[in-house]
């Protein structure tokens, strides 16, 4: 039913979705999700330094935009 109520709402499903916009569409949730978890978890902040975001000190804005993009370093 929440299927039918995008497709009427001219919001696409991920079904009607190229491979790589739902890639896209997937990482931006994710990093909006991971921004948020952040806020309240020092292990999360840590981890993701560890894998070259550097989002210490910085809102959960900020995070959300630096996980959008690739690593500053590998």
């Keep these: 039913m929440a ?3 995008e497709k009427t709402s001219g919001t696409p499903t991920d079904a009607d979705l190229a491979p790589g916009e739902r890639l896209v569409r997937t990482n931006a949730l994710l990093a909006e999700w991971a921004a948020c978890a952040a806020a309240d978890s020092a292990p999360l902040i840590d981890r993701l330094e560890g894998l070259g975001y550097p989002v210490r000190g910085k809102s959960r804005e900020e995070v959300e935009a630096i996980l ?3 690593p500053a370093r590998a």
């Design 68 to 70: 959008k993009g690739p």
């Design 3 to 5: 299927a039918d109520a």
